[in-house]
């Protein structure tokens, strides 16, 4: 779920440029106030944009709810400002919102009722609501078990480079769960969630890596490589 407790500043600051020009100048007050570290002075003016019905303000505002930033932890707030957004098409205030779903905070849990919210999300191209979705299908948990759905799920938000799925999408063509076996694949995507930061990316390529005659690593390698130019091209042309 994505939360303050470490990049507080960073995270809200980069929500703020996602809102609409007609609260820019607010906005633009409550990302002066982030950066300055005064929470206090950022909270009071998101509760006053979130008023207002606009959906941005509303799920910063249950960000600071539920990590205590410029005021009290109150999961009850917090749910009820992620529903707030979520009800308007915010797709990561959906993502957050299932996730209480899932766990009971703020509200009964519902397994159910996350999926449906994960769906969503997912379905906006929230890359970490796909993931969770994917998880979901996974274990059986809201939804009837199906390793296909998950990985298929699981694939639709590597693509997007969530270094997460990039890791299950390796493991399912490294296991066969969901999707033919294919260790070539297995190890092209276990190289990508490497390169993203993912440490168990990198222990499980270097666990594949036996298996693999030098061509087919070679051949996996290529892949990896073609994929992140591919990639990169489209961001600079973005």
Known sequence: MITLIKNAGRVLVLGLCLAGAVQAASMKEVAEAVKAKDFDTAFVQLKELAATGDPVAQFLLAMMYENGRGTEKNDEEAFRWYKAAAEQGHASAQNN?????????????????????????????????????GLRYAKGEGVPQDLKQAFEWYRKAAEQGNRFALFNVAYAYATGEGVEKNLVEAMKWALLSADAGFKRGAQFAAFLKPNLKEEELKQAQEQALAWKQAKSQVAKAK
């Open 97 to 133: 919102l299932a996730q209480f779903y899932l766990k009971g905070k703020g509200v009964k849990a519902n397994p159910e009722e996350a999926v449906a919210w994960f769906r969503k999300a997912a379905e906006a191209g929230n890359a970490v609501a796909q993931y969770n979705l």
